[in-house]
């Protein structure tokens, strides 16, 4: 989530994959991200394919456009941490 609350680059992009496997089976082999993402994903109606494409293409649009991705406190703390160890 972004600090508004609203979903960050990465979750519009799980979110959507997951959305995407309810149309082509075997998409998503695997999903081990938080079980409420894919809980909610799986009782939400069916999205129709051209609302996709129009989140895909909102997505990308976003990516271009330079959306900070947004992290959680754990891992902005890695990403802070990183190369600050002992040598």
């Known amino acids: 989530m972004t600090e508004r609350g609203d979903p960050g680059l990465v979750d519009r992009y799980v979110t959507l994959g997951l959305r995407l496997g309810r149309h082509i089976d075997g ?3 695997a999903y081990y991200g ?3 993402r894919a809980d909610a994903v799986a ?3 069916v999205h129709p394919p051209d ?3 129009a ?3 909102k997505l990308l649009g976003d990516i271009d456009a330079g959306e900070r991705l ?3 406190p754990m891992e902005q ?3 802070d ?5 002992p040598r």
């Open 43 to 45: 009782v939400e109606p």
């Open 27 to 29: 998409l998503v082999d």
């Open 81 to 85: 941490g990183v190369g600050c160890g």
């Open 34 to 36: 938080p079980p409420g």
């Open 77 to 79: 703390l890695r990403h």
């Open 55 to 57: 989140e895909a293409r």
């Open 70 to 72: 947004s992290m959680d």
């Open 51 to 53: 609302q996709l494409v």
